[in-house]
């Protein structure tokens, strides 16, 4: 049994159409990734900014002001969110800190 020529033509168009539907959905998935890498981009950056940040303000003429650092460390914290890709700044915060006032990772011991 032949089929007409115009279900030829509509079968043509929906399978263009369905592939452009597939490539479109791929094209946002892509689109949807670079936003979130770089919204995780830009929360490393200002917590690394934070961070410097805290450093210059607890030096002091004869020296580094732990005490000075943990308070400007534990502020900048708390105005980071706790969800969303802006919480990764308390991730970057909390291991430069701790890379700055020498302390070791908490699963390494000592040998």
Do not use: C, W
């Not at 079968?11 to 592939?19: C, P, V």
């Not at 452009?20 to 936003?35: C, F, K, N």
């Not at 917590?47 to 450093?55: D, N, Q, R, V, W």
């Not at 969800?83 to 291991?95: I, K």
Request: hydrophobic content about 40%; aromatic content about 4%; glycine content about 4%.
């Amino acid at each position: 049994m032949t089929t007409s020529p115009v279900h030829d033509i509509d079968t043509k168009y929906i399978r263009q159409i369905q592939q452009q539907q597939i490539a479109l959905a791929l094209i946002t998935a892509e689109r949807d990734a670079a936003v979130r890498e770089r919204d995780l981009a830009r929360a490393r950056s200002e917590a690394s900014t934070k961070l410097i940040e805290g450093l210059l303000a607890s030096l002091r003429p004869f020296g580094f002001s732990r005490k000075r650092f943990l308070l400007a460390i534990r502020r900048a914290a708390r105005t980071v969110p706790d969800q969303g890709p802006d919480s990764l700044q308390h991730t970057v915060l909390f291991d430069g800190s701790n890379r700055i006032l020498g302390a070791r990772p908490l699963d390494r011991t000592r040998p």
